[in-house]
């Protein structure tokens, strides 16, 4: 007999009338517990009520011994789950303590199935149709004043939210992070992911995007952003629900762009792009005026010439000299 787990209270609690009977309360604590009795010999006044005469001579001592289970009521975990509405999808409720033989129903069996493996502890739950379900847990051996319960949700996708820097300089990576929310504004595992397709594309070439194995937590998937070349862009995040639509999310804009320090970014810098409007004329030569960022002055031209590009501080074009004689040539930049 294990001491402390339980104890007799017989002098309390049982009749004076039954004095064989003994009272077992049991401690707070679970585990194995075997409880003996062992009979030495006999009241002669139980023999004599009985109208039994004694036997002759000593007597063996008789014994015997009950094993118990102590165990906790039932209990589930976890207690409440949301499920992706997909017929490949499935939950698993662990069933703790209570006797181990229950009896497992719902509160709606159009939303969800449920299996139980005795043998395993655990109650596997299949999404039908949406909405929400109750999965009730009797124990068959115990007494219990109200049976175990965990709440399911089945759930379609409603959208989906993608977190990202506004900027990547060319080069360098940052990270871009994805959530299936559903439709009661609550995360869907991202072991669900796989069976919405979930895609994360960008709208044009100047970055790369590369999915990652390890996320910030069991709710989100993240994503490697590499810039290559300058310019604007947007994200956007695509799924496919179970019936084959397809869902995308708002486009969250990225631009790529050089860092400050780097070199050909310095301060009042440009390029201009000098087109002839005629074949036979000359060329418009630029080159930086002094050393004041964004003065710029123009050669002669013989003829009209388009310059195309643009300055960070411009000031108006200064006319070059023409040949002699002839009108200055215009200029727009």
């Not at 409440?80 to 939950?91: I, K």
């Not at 000031?315 to 200029?331: I, L, Y």
Request: charged content about 20%.
């Amino acid at each position: 007999m294990m001491e402390g787990w339980v104890t007799t209270e017989a002098q309390r609690r049982c009749p004076p009338l039954d004095p064989g009977l003994q009272a077992i309360a049991v401690h707070e604590a679970s585990g194995t517990v075997s409880i003996s009795a062992t009979v030495t010999g006999y009241q002669l006044s139980h023999l004599s009520a009985a109208t039994v005469k004694p036997l002759p001579g000593p007597h063996a001592p008789v014994s015997s011994s009950v094993e118990l289970v102590l165990v906790e009521d039932v209990r589930v975990d976890p207690d409440v789950v949301t499920l992706y509405n997909h017929p490949d999808v499935q939950a698993e409720l662990h069933v703790k303590e209570g006797s181990g033989y229950f009896f497992l129903n719902t509160s709606a069996a159009s939303v969800v199935r449920v299996a139980y493996q005795e043998a395993r502890g655990i109650a596997t739950v299949h999404p039908l149709l949406p909405g929400s379900a109750t999965v009730l847990i009797h124990d068959l051996c115990l007494p219990f004043l109200a049976p175990a319960e965990a709440t399911v949700h089945v759930s379609d996708i409603h959208e989906l939210y993608v977190r990202v820097v506004d900027k990547v300089e060319i080069g360098k990576m940052v990270k871009a992070h994805v959530r299936v929310l559903d439709f009661y504004k609550k995360s869907f595992l991202a072991k669900y992911f796989a069976f919405m397709d979930l895609k994360l594309r960008a709208a044009s070439q100047i970055i790369t995007l590369v999915a990652l194995d390890k996320a910030l937590d069991g709710y989100t998937a993240a994503f490697l952003v590499h810039g290559t070349a300058i310019g604007q862009t947007s994200l956007t995040a695509r799924v496919t629900d179970t019936a084959g639509q397809r869902i995308s999310s708002t486009q969250q804009q990225i631009e790529a762009g050089r860092s400050s320090n780097s070199p050909g970014s310095h301060h009042g810098e440009a390029l201009l792009k000098c087109v002839p409007v005629l074949a036979s004329e000359e060329r418009v030569s630029t080159r930086p005026r002094g050393r004041e960022a964004g003065s710029w002055e123009l050669s002669s031209c013989h003829g009209a010439v388009r310059a195309e590009g643009s300055l960070s501080h411009p000031e108006p074009p200064r006319a070059g000299r023409s040949g002699e004689g002839s009108p200055e040539a215009p200029v727009s930049v």
